[in-house]
């Protein structure tokens, strides 16, 4: 992604955090505060315990709600991981539901949110499928947002992308396009190594 533009005064929030990976991933990468948010109570503890057991836990601060009854805005950066499967078949498990599905926040409403949370100059980073692609783009073109970059994620060489990491300003810039393969021959590829090896010790 884009060089780290980040500093000790940015302000972030990580909508739907889950069980905090992104969040805590994102404070190794610049000195601001980071407000997570999650609605399920099960996430919502393992966050809790994940943040307070990390080096960071002074600056990333858990938060059980739903995003509609959160007030603070002026966020210079957004970041989503938000559920998957839109209008795909639902499990009988109303709580896996909630957590995979957007029944509890679609991508219209998501979008609605970040226009009215984001700083002017902030940015919203979000990890999608990839079949969702053309429906975000449709949203941000809505909310006059542009895309600034987009990373296309496939498991092999073989592969259809199956992931998209997409991040949107207000300005309009050159749209940088990647592309990273997690597995070459059978083994983590040098670029994915190179993404992730900050947070992950075994790769």
């Known amino acids: 992604m884009q060089e780290n533009k980040f500093n000790q005064n940015t302000r972030a929030l990580d909508i739907g955090t889950g069980t905090g990976l992104l969040a805590l991933m994102l404070a190794q990468q610049f000195q601001g505060s ?3 948010i999650e609605i399920d109570d099960n996430a919502f503890i393992q966050a809790m315990e994940n943040s307070k057991a990390s080096p960071w836990s002074n600056r990333v601060f858990v938060h059980h709600t739903p995003l509609s009854d959160w007030t603070e805005t002026g966020y210079d950066l957004i970041i989503s991981n938000p559920p998957f499967f839109e209008q795909d078949l639902q499990s009988p498990d109303q709580q896996r539901n909630l957590a995979l599905h957007d029944t509890g926040l679609s991508l219209a409403d998501l979008w609605e949110e970040v226009q009215r949370r984001l700083h002017q100059d902030g940015q919203f980073a979000v990890l999608l ?6 429906d975000c783009l449709q949203h941000a073109k809505k909310h006059h947002f542009f895309l600034n970059e987009q990373v296309l994620v496939h ?14 300003g207000r300005e309009q810039t050159e749209t940088l ?3 990273i ?10 670029e994915f190594v190179t993404l992730l090896k900050d947070y992950y010790l075994y790769l």
């Open 34 to 36: 980071i407000d997570a």
């Open 129 to 134: 499928p990839y079949h969702r692609l053309y």
């Open 155 to 168: 498991q092999t060489e073989k592969h259809a992308p199956f992931r998209v990491m997409l991040l949107f």
């Open 177 to 179: 396009c990647n592309s």
């Open 181 to 190: 393969i997690i597995k070459k021959e059978g083994y983590y590829s040098v």
